[in-house]
């Protein structure tokens, strides 16, 4: 796979191609660049989420972008992962009161999405399926992505789960850059100049 390149000040060129790990590359090394801003210094270590479906090679790619950005020390962090930091570590909230009128009822947009329920629902069916287990084996849900803030999503949780207990954040579209953080808390140790020192997350 690869992608064409436009915005290149060498004319010449225009019709060759760039890899996916250089356009992650471009992304992570902007990322770089505003942390360091912030923080006002070098920064060489980072932790990166990445999907759970993630394999070798593709988590390879992932370093390998990481590392043309700038990276020296990466840390690869499956989303489920850091999502249970999130959810099993204390966090201090933040109030991001947002207002917005969107001129749809709660029936028609169910309506409109019922297709996305019912993968979901095979997604939780199949997810099931594969290591033998039962809903009623499932003590307890963490509801991560901004999908988790619909009712309709919840009653289907409920539903399928109904002796679990459901957790829902009250940012459950940001967990998982939550308990990244977290997790790069616990590499940081007193004194420790390790892996943990000045660490970013992606």
Same mark, same amino acid.
């Not at 394999?55 to 043309?68: F, L």
């Given at each position: ?66 590392? #043309?950005?700038?990276? $020296? /020390?990466? +840390?690869?962090?499956?989303? *489920?992962? =850091? ?5 099993? %570590? ?59 803030? #619909?009712?309709?999503? $919840? /009653?289907? +949780?409920?539903?399928?789960? *109904?002796? =679990? ?5 009250? %940012? ?31």
């Amino acid at each position: 796979m690869a992608v064409q390149k436009f915005n290149v000040p060498d004319k010449t060129q225009i019709q060759g191609f760039v890899s996916p790990e250089e356009v992650a590359a471009d992304l992570l090394k902007l990322i770089k660049k505003k942390a360091e801003e912030i923080q006002g210094t070098s920064l060489k270590n980072c932790v990166i989420t990445v999907p759970a479906a993630f394999n070798d090679s593709q988590n390879a790619a992932t370093i390998k972008a990481a590392e #043309m950005a700038g990276w $020296k /020390d990466i +840390l690869l962090l499956p989303e *489920p992962i =850091a999502a249970a930091f999130a959810y099993f %570590h204390d966090i201090d909230e933040f109030d991001t009161n947002q207002d917005g009128i969107i001129s749809i009822t709660q029936e028609e947009f169910e309506k409109m999405t019922q297709s996305l329920l019912n993968k979901v629902e095979n997604t939780l069916i199949a997810a099931l399926y594969k290591p033998k287990l039962y809903a009623n084996q499932i003590d307890k849900v963490l509801l991560v992505g901004g999908g988790s803030r #619909m009712p309709m999503i $919840k /009653d289907l +949780l409920k539903e399928k789960f *109904p002796k =679990a207990e459901h957790c829902c954040h009250e %940012h459950p579209d940001e967990v998982v850059a939550i308990g990244a953080a977290h997790y790069a808390c616990t590499l940081q140790k007193p004194g420790d100049s390790g892996k943990g020192e000045n660490c970013t997350i992606m």
